[in-house]
C-alpha cells in the first residue's frame, strides 16, 4: 500500500522537486496546503532546527508521517550567509530577484576567487510528530557567486550559482541534470536508500 506522507513545505519549486526525485518510490507526497497546514515560523538557529520544526507541526497537524526540508546557500567570505536566511535576504517580504540583487551587492567588488559558496540542505523525515528520534539527511553542493545572473531554469540563487567543473550555472542545467547533483537530490538520495526502514 502506498505510504502517505505529508511534505512540510508551502514552496512550489522545491514540491516539485522532491515530486520529480521521489517518483519512483511507492510514496504519495501530500503537500501541506492541501490540508490547510500553514507554514510555521522558522524560529531555529540551524537548518537542522527548521527542518525539524517545520515536520513536526505537519506532523502534528496532519496526524501523518511528515518530510521537511531547509535549505539555503552559504558564501563563506560572507561568514555563511546568508545561511539559514536565504529565502529573506533583500527583507521578510523579498523574492528571489531582490534576494540575487542584495547578494550582489554584498559582493561588489569581489573577484571570483573570493566567492567561493555552497548551497546546504538537510531533510527531516518525521515518523510521527512526537517521535524522539526524527531521521535526518544532508548534503551540499559546492560553486561560486557569479558577477551576474545567467539561465532561466531553476529558483533561488540558481541563476547565481556558478558551477566550475560544468562551466554554467545551476539555472543553465536541465531539470533532471540539476536533480541528480544538487544538495536537494544528493539528500533526498540518502532518504530514498534508507525508505524501506523508514515506512
Known amino acids: 500500500m502506498t505510504k502517505k506522507i505529508v511534505l512540510a513545505s ?24 492541501q ?12 537548518f537542522v532546527e527548521n527542518a525539524i520544526l517545520k515536520a513536526r507541526n ?3 497537524l496532519s496526524g501523518l508521517p511528515a518530510i521537511s526540508d ?6 563563506d567570505i560572507l561568514s555563511g550567509r546568508p545561511g539559514i536566511y536565504s529565502a529573506r535576504f533583500a527583507g521578510k517580504e523579498c523574492n528571489d530577484k531582490l534576494n540575487n540583487n542584495f547578494l ?13 559558496a555552497r548551497y546546504q540542505c538537510v531533510i527531516v523525515y518525521m515518523l510521527r510528530y512526537d517521535h524522539p528520534s526524527p531521521k535526518i539527511f544532508s548534503s551540499s553542493w559546492d560553486g561560486v557567486i557569479s558577477h551576474k545572473e545567467s539561465g532561466n531554469n ?9 558551477l ?7 539555472a543553465e542545467l536541465t531539470e533532471g541534470q540539476k536533480n541528480s547533483i544538487s544538495h536537494r537530490g544528493k539528500a533526498l538520495g540518502l532518504f530514498k536508500k534508507d525508505l524501506m526502514f523508514l515506512l
Do not use: W
Open 10 to 33: 508551502n514552496n512550489s519549486h522545491k514540491i516539485k522537486e522532491f515530486k520529480n526525485i521521489l517518483m519512483d518510490v511507492d510514496v504519495e507526497l501530500i503537500p501541506q496546503r
Open 35 to 46: 490540508l490547510d497546514i500553514k507554514e510555521i515560523d522558522e524560529t531555529g538557529l540551524s
Open 58 to 60: 505537519a506532523s502534528k
Open 70 to 75: 531547509d535549505s539555503g546557500i552559504e558564501v
Open 104 to 116: 550582489l551587492e554584498e559582493l561588489n567588488n569581489i573577484p571570483i576567487e573570493k566567492r567561493k
Open 154 to 162: 531553476g529558483f533561488g540563487y540558481d541563476s547565481l550559482f556558478f
Open 164 to 170: 566550475p567543473e560544468l562551466n554554467c550555472t545551476a
